[in-house]
């Protein structure tokens, strides 16, 4: 049976890092996403069959996998998603009980990154997650350049030959999506994905941004172009 559930809190912070939680036992689940619903936004699923689909659905930056489950074993959810390019560098912290050593070193040859045992120390676990997660952080990027146009990504600037262009702050992102990935297709998924997470907009939004964009930017010596069907590309 799949069984998904949410995070404890009501007020769920949008910009909280996604913790996705795997555990044949739903009341150990709800335990974890209790404890850690004040910093991250948890999601659970006590059906081993169904992890893929929700890690899938979710992108976490976070995978909590029990070892021992019926259906599907810990280390075959952490194998399927090494195998995933998309996924493949999620950090994965086995959290199980009564586990030999001989599992433990096959999760970790799996592609485990961390395996706490049950019973575990609340601040032990959350001193683990913090720490997979800030091996995750990729260096903090202060400039992004493209031909004659520069951003600055701390004050969230935008330069053309030195005059500063003003810009919406969706604005800004979009167009830090496609400079960082110049000369190369960002799909309009992507956009709606990074930029405007879950809300209910349409690619007609990223469409009519970009519009505005390219006007703004006219004194570029690059340009955007339209990819049809698909998304955009930044050519510089």
């Excluded at 795997?22 to 948890?42: F, G, P, R, W």
């Excluded at 952080?137 to 202060?142: D, G, I, L, N």
């Excluded at 702050?169 to 999506?177: C, E, G, M, V």
């Amino acid at each position: 049976m799949q069984m998904y559930g949410n995070n404890l809190n009501v007020g769920v912070n949008l910009a909280a890092k996604k913790i996705v939680i795997v555990d044949d036992y739903e009341e150990s689940c709800k335990l974890l996403a209790e404890i850690l619903s004040s910093t991250y936004d948890c999601k659970y699923t006590s059906d081993s069959t169904a992890a893929m689909q929700l890690i899938n659905e979710q992108k976490p930056d976070l995978i909590l996998l029990d070892y021992k489950m019926p259906g599907k074993l810990g280390v075959d959810v952490c194998r399927e998603v090494r195998e995933q390019s998309e996924i493949k560098n999620t950090p994965i912290i086995f959290v199980s009980g009564a586990a030999t050593i001989d599992e433990r070193i096959k999760a970790f040859e799996t592609g485990a990154n961390d395996f706490i045992s049950k019973p575990f120390h609340v601040k032990e676990l959350i001193l683990r997650i913090k720490a997979r997660l800030a091996e995750k952080e990729p260096e903090v990027t202060a400039e992004l350049t493209a031909g004659n146009l520069r951003m600055n990504l701390l004050a969230r600037q935008i330069f053309i030959d030195n005059q500063e262009i003003n810009v919406t702050p969706k604005q800004f992102d979009i167009l830090k999506l496609l400079v960082a990935d110049k000369n190369n297709l960002v799909t309009r998924e992507k956009c709606l994905s990074e930029i405007w997470g879950d809300s209910d907009v349409t690619s007609r939004n990223v469409d009519s941004q970009i519009n505005y964009l390219k006007r703004k930017i006219a004194t570029f010596n690059g340009r955007i172009v339209a990819v049809p069907s698909l998304g955009y590309r930044l050519e510089a």
